[in-house]
């Protein structure tokens, strides 16, 4: 079966996750993705280095693309990013507007190379506003939503560790890339696709906003425990800890009996989620006495036949070891040169009855296919040679 992008070209020039994580959903799906990066390699290959001279989050970016080393500002470096959009349906680049006009991969050059080309860029604080010169990273979007106001405690704020506004954000990039290219099918015409870490940020935390908005409770963090349903926390259980998390009320009905706590299906303090909220220290303590007497394992295995969501929290090698992680089977061996061993990169997390992911390929070497797609561009052998001695690849 023909992938479903099959013949859809991408010139992917991101750095770190919101561009690269959005083409690797497009390479995916059978794009051809050309990654362009520094001739040196640009500084996204190297954080977190697993061997091979790369970085974790280099190799879970790339699957599936293709490499060339460029250096676009250069004059003969433009010329190729000429050539290549002209042969491309859709550009990524997340990168500031200053840097995108210096290189010459801003929205109006771009057009004048191919007027229907689709443009996928991302900022950190949006097109407008007084900080839209501003650059930053995934938490300057957790930091500035409330998100982290919210999470730790009162005295000490705590981000997320993982990069939920950056993968945010390459998400609704990849959607609204998806849809450019449908409309481009249905009128003919490009467009540009700006995305931004702290508009995906905000909507993200949108709910504590809208909250705050109306009701103007003014919460402050609590630790892990939820504020607006109980039982809601982390609790310790003779091995290590567990998440249980009780919202709506079949559920607390389901648990209070099983904590031999039936009286408090008619105690007004936990009438419903709010309620119960606003209890949540007294409710979290039944659960925790509860938990404080099983081993991880027991907690979520009864919690799981009453049908009430829990889970162990596993350091990251229990969660490569997980059973039920591993019957997913999201995490693909995939090998790469200089590896001591195979590195375990997601595929795509989502099953369709249809359409079908490519079969994985690992992610590219520096340049690896520079030569390859400049005689695709058409230039000679000696062409290439010349923009090597020139150092523009």
Known sequence: MTPLLHGIRVLDFGRYI??????AMLA?????????????GSEDRFPSPVGGGVGALFLQMNRNKRSMTLDPASPQGREVVARMVRGADVVIANLPQATLVAMGLDYETLCSYRPDIIFVTN????????MHRNVGFDGIGQAMSGGVYMTGTPEQPYRAMVNWVDFGTALHCAFGTMAALMERQRSGKGQMV??????????????????QAVAKPDRVASGNRGQTAAPSDIYQAKDGWVLVAVTGQPLYVRWAKLMGEPHWLTDPRFADDDARGRHAELV???????????????VVEILGKAKIPSAQVLSPQ????????????VMQDTDYPGLPRPAPIAAVPIWMTETQPVPRQRPPMLGEHTDQILAELGYASD???????????
């Not at 900022?123 to 007084?130: D, E, L, Q, R, S």
């Not at 229990?318 to 089977?329: E, F, K």
């Open 18 to 23: 919101a561009g690269p994580y959005c083409a």
């Open 28 to 40: 995916d799906y059978g794009a051809d993705v050309i990654r362009i990066e520094k001739r040196e």
């Open 123 to 130: 900022t950190a604080f949006g097109p407008v506003g007084p």
């Open 194 to 211: 700006t995305g931004a870490l702290l508009a995906t940020a905000v909507t993200v935390t949108n709910a504590t906003l809208i909250e």
């Open 284 to 298: 979290s303590e039944r659960m925790g006495r509860w938990c404080a007497e099983r081993s991880c394992d027991e």
């Open 318 to 329: 229990q969660a490569l070891d997980h059973p039920q992680i591993q019957a997913l089977g």
């Open 383 to 393: 062409e290439v040679a010349r923009l090597r001695e020139q150092a523009v690849i």
